[in-house]
């Protein structure tokens, strides 16, 4: 089984449809991320969770939420998701210091028609 | 915000040329990691560098930390067909938080 676990890996959804993405770890870490990734911009950080009762906004959180339901389970929800949200999402995690190496999942293609 | 310049920003190459690309940033980073991401997929991660000039290798790749500590390279020695993908730099900052580049797209020419 992999490391990091997305569901679903493709999705899509309408305009004004609120959806869930989810992610779940094995690895045993207290970090979580929620990435977004569009062609040519590289990744960018939506949310970032240090432990279970710790929740943070990255750099494009507006129009998105995260809920940290265990250690291992972190989910990224759309309210009302926007044709411009369609994008790859990728949930990584990491050890305490978050600098030996994120794990990825393997993403979430979410098309916003 | 800080930010991370990679480049190239795509290559084209052929097969056994070698590759380099890398990354610059006006903010000092603590570690910088490559990372490679197949069609598909997540990134992951090829190389982790964590003091101002070390070298450090990983088959045919070699990565440096810059002395300056804002920058960084990737090398891929001999380049194969499987090493298409894109490569991401990032920097780890002191709140250990990575920093990522844009990403350099390798294609290798028929």
């Known amino acids: 089984d992999a490391d990091v676990t997305q569901t679903p890996r493709n999705r899509i959804t309408k305009t004004g449809k609120r959806i869930m993405l989810e992610c779940s770890q094995t690895k045993g870490h207290d970090r979580m991320y929620w990435y977004r990734q569009d062609p040519g911009l590289g990744l960018r950080l939506i949310y970032y969770?240090?432990?279970?009762?710790?929740?943070n906004k990255g750099e494009i959180s507006d129009g998105y939420s995260v809920s940290r339901q265990a250690q291992a389970k972190f989910s990224l929800s759309l309210e009302s998701a926007i044709p411009n949200q369609t994008a790859l999402y990728f949930c990584a995690t990491s050890d305490y210091t978050g600098t030996s190496g994120y794990t990825f999942g393997s993403g979430t293609r979410l098309t916003v028609v | 915000g800080q930010q991370l310049n990679q480049s190239p920003q795509s290559m084209f190459i052929q097969e056994g040329e070698d590759v380099s690309m890398n990354c610059t940033s006006s903010?000092?980073?603590?570690?910088w990691l490559w990372y490679k991401q197949d069609p598909g997929e997540g990134p992951v991660l090829l190389i982790a560098l964590y003091k101002a000039g070390e070298l450090t290798s990983n088959g045919r790749l070699t990565a440096q930390f810059g002395i300056t500590r804002k920058d960084s390279f990737l090398n891929i020695s001999a380049s194969i067909p499987s090493d298409v993908g894109i490569y991401f730099c990032?920097?780890?900052?002191?709140?250990?938080?990575?920093?990522w580049g844009a990403g350099t797209k390798l294609i290798i020419k028929p």
């Open positions: 990032a920097g780890g900052d002191s709140n250990y938080q990575l920093i």
């Open positions: 969770s240090f432990d279970v009762k710790d929740i």
């Open positions: 903010s000092i980073f603590n570690t």
